[in-house]
């Protein structure tokens, strides 16, 4: 067995070992990659009912003006991201990305506008560099404080909104990234309707000291179950969403990633905030002329799953190579296999075949929209 | 003759033929399997060689040829239904069936006492 005793525990670490959970080093922590029901049956309860997961692992942060006027914040951390963060209206959250200054992706994150300050959520794996590239950035306009004293968890599915109402909070009328504040057992909460599962969810910061107790007692709600890192990961992939790491990364622009979506028209060009963030000249540029590159899904045709790393060819003799892939496994939703990965623009139709390299055989992949499996978001 | 190795498969000998599987604790690690891929009959493996690959959600993992031998049938039902391998990996869901070289090598490998040491 991996010697995992130099590892973080997140507040909940007690519950997940009594919950039965196998725990595994992840980005620095001991976290839950499975409970005794396993991956396959988590990944369905979650699109079926509700799942509960552990993510306090990842980076919360807060960054509050100087100045006292939220708008101070928000354009100290345009010049970060190529994301429309003034415009972001309170209570609403927006996901962005950290570029550098070639056009490739440091992090992605979450932005809420909680009023007076910004509250950003970042992966666990980046949030050491987030923060001091955050503080550099920043300190000049803004405190920047990463909380070490809040939990995180996610509450996903179709039954999610109806057990926080039942237990205590009334959030049916939030929409999809709105975030609010909340009494979850008499503990105060932020909570944000958003997740990475492609369903229905909330995601809800709480107090490190009543995390334990919050989390406990949705789970005694029949309809909730815990979820590990290994249904997160298949429910995320039908779902089309990024990994960090994985799917995008430094070398990756957020043109090539396919996640233009994510760069509101201010900050494009003709925009009233166009550029001004690192590697803007590129990113624009691509805007303007495309990418040699794209992300797009991946269907293998037959049962056996191709997993990142795979590379992908315009042939079934290995011989033109035009992508690879980046992300992929079995999808329990889609009762198939489902992949991501990168293409030469040549090949980006949906429908195209190109052949992955898996086990020394080249196996046929058709290029398919994201996502696999439709989101259920309320907006 | 029932024999394990530390690669996780068990081995049911009769007649020089060794029946393949992998055990219960394998199956229970791997979690839910949903790809097998079996090697082809007639083929000649050296003992170590990976003769069969599962799959479950999130990883792929290899399956070792246990001894030196030749595949002389393979469990279809295990690829048309992978969930077999962890509903009954140590009756219906075998892998395969190996003629062996050395009709005598199966007697060096673990018992039943030894392998369950093994895992305990």
């Known amino acids: 067995m991996e010697d995992i005793s130099h590892l973080k525990h997140t507040p909940l670490r007690a519950l997940h070992l009594s919950l039965g959970a196998r725990m595994v080093p992840f980005a620095g922590y001991e976290m839950p990659v499975q409970y005794p029901d396993g991956v396959m049956k988590e990944h369905l309860h979650t699109r079926n009912a509700a799942g509960l997961f552990d993510v306090s692992h990842m980076g919360q942060v807060i960054v509050r003006p100087k100045s006292g006027k939220i708008e101070d914040a928000a354009l100290a951390l345009e010049k970060l991201v190529p994301v429309d963060v003034l415009g972001l209206g309170e209570g609403r959250q927006r996901y962005a990305i950290f570029t550098n200054a070639e056009g490739g992706i440091l992090d992605d994150l979450m932005i809420a506008n909680r009023g007076d300050h910004l509250f950003l959520v970042v992966n666990a794996a980046c949030k050491d560099a987030d923060f001091e590239h955050l503080q550099k950035g920043l300190s000049d306009t803004c405190e920047v404080t990463m909380l070490e004293d809040r939990a995180l968890i996610a509450l996903q599915g179709p039954r999610a909104e109806a057990v926080l109402g039942e237990l205590w909070a009334d959030v049916s009328a939030m929409r ?78 957020p043109v090539e990633g396919a996640i233009e979506w994510a760069m509101q028209k201010a900050r494009r060009a003709g925009g009233a905030r166009e550029g001004g963030f690192p590697g803007a000249e590129r990113i624009l540029g691509q805007f303007a002329d495309g990418a040699t590159r794209r992300r797009v899904g991946l269907k293998p045709e037959g049962r056996a799953p191709v997993r990142g790393g795979a590379n992908l060819f315009a042939d079934t003799e290995g011989k033109t190579l035009v992508g690879k892939v980046t992300s992929g496994g079995f999808g329990p939703t889609v009762d198939g296999p489902v992949a991501m990965g990168y293409v030469d623009t040549t090949h980006t139709d949906n429908g195209t075949t190109v052949y992955a390299e898996v086990r020394g055989k080249y196996l046929p992949v058709a290029v398919a929209a994201l996502p696999f499996v439709k989101q259920t978001y309320k907006r | 003759m029932l ?9 049911k000998v009769e007649a020089g033929v060794a029946t393949v599987g ?99």
């Open chain 2, 22 to 120: 992998i055990t219960e604790h394998a199956a229970g690690q791997l979690g839910d399997l949903v790809f097998v891929e079996l090697p082809e009959t007639g083929s000649t493996f050296a003992k170590g060689d990976t003769a069969a690959t599962v799959e479950s959600v999130k990883a792929a993992s290899d399956v070792y040829c246990p001894l030196d031998g030749e595949i002389v049938e393979v469990n279809q039902a295990i690829v048309d239904d992978p969930s077999l391998v962890n509903s009954d990996p140590q009756g219906a869901a075998w892998f395969f069936k190996l003629k062996l070289a050395d009709p005598n090598a199966a007697d060096a490998l673990l018992d039943e006492a030894a392998y369950k040491e093994l895992v305990a």
């Open chain 2, 3 to 11: 024999k394990f190795t530390d690669e996780h498969e068990w081995l």
């Open chain 1, 176 to 253: 999809f990234m709105d975030v609010a504040e909340a009494d979850l057992h008499d503990v105060t909460c932020i909570i944000s309707r958003s997740g990475y599962t492609g369903e229905d969810g909330f995601e809800i910061s709480i107090p490190t000291a009543s995390a334990a107790d919050v989390t406990q007692r949705l789970l005694e709600h029949p309809d909730v179950k815990p979820i590990g890192l290994g249904a997160r990961d298949s429910l995320r992939l039908e779902a089309g969403l990024c990994l960090y790491g994985n799917d995008i990364d430094t070398t990756t622009t």
